[in-house]
């Protein structure tokens, strides 16, 4: 992402005053590139150095999809203490629906606080008319085998869970990656890469589960 590398780091000045604004104000020390020295900048001028985090359409298309795409992992995930066999499967239901209900909350608050552009606008994300189709999210189960695995009982319940939800998450480590690489958002770059963490020792898991 763009605001990985440009992030300015800046920090206020610690010592007794002597580093100050011409008209009294704290200054702030803005460290200067390897070979460079650092600059003094006022409040204005460091927050005009910092570097423009607003949300694009990448950014806006990952928290509304992945909205979606966790709620599926939830609903998948609560069949699962009635139906499956294992224990260790009971439990890795357990930990994906406490991982992935919070971060629902925080996507849905992202959304608040960042309203999507109007449709047809020219940041509007392509495909943003598909966010409700399950076929446009990778990794989604279709109706078909979320009634399978409703059906499933047992050992056949454990495998066909793993087997989806291995999946299921494989498609979250996919949008993740494009957010990575499309978004421009700090908070959607923080969110992204808590999904691959998380996901991806699940994957793993569930592999030797398997």
């Given amino acids: 992402m763009a605001t990985a590398c440009l992030l300015l780091t ?30 003094t900048l006022t409040p204005e001028q460091a927050a005009r150095a910092k570097p423009d985090d607003s949300p694009n359409a990448a950014d806006h298309a990952y928290v509304r999809r992945m909205i979606e795409h966790h709620r599926q992992a939830l609903t998948m995930s609560a069949l699962a203490p009635e139906r499956a066999a294992a224990e260790p499967v009971k439990r890795l239901a357990e930990r994906i629906t406490a991982a992935q209900k919070p971060e629902i909350g925080a996507m849905q608050k992202w959304l608040d606080r960042h309203p999507a552009p109007p449709a047809g606008s020219g940041t509007a994300a392509s495909g943003h008319g598909h966010d409700h189709d399950h076929g446009s999210m990778p990794g989604m189960a279709t109706a078909q085998q979320l009634d399978e ?28 990656g494009e957010a990575l690489a499309g978004g421009n958002n700090v908070a959607v770059e923080e969110m992204a890469n808590e999904v691959v963490a998380t ?12």
């Fill in 149 to 176: 695995l409703t059906a499933a009982r047992g050992a056949d319940f454990d495998r066909l869970f793993l087997k989806l939800m291995t999946t299921h998450h494989e498609g979250a480590l996919t949008m993740a």
């Fill in 10 to 39: 800046l920090t206020a000045c610690q010592d007794d005053g002597a580093d100050r604004a011409e008209d009294g104000r704290p200054a702030i020390v803005a460290p200067g590139r390897p070979g460079e020295t650092s600059r």
């Fill in 199 to 210: 996901q991806s020792a699940e994957i793993h898991r569930m592999r030797t589960m398997g």
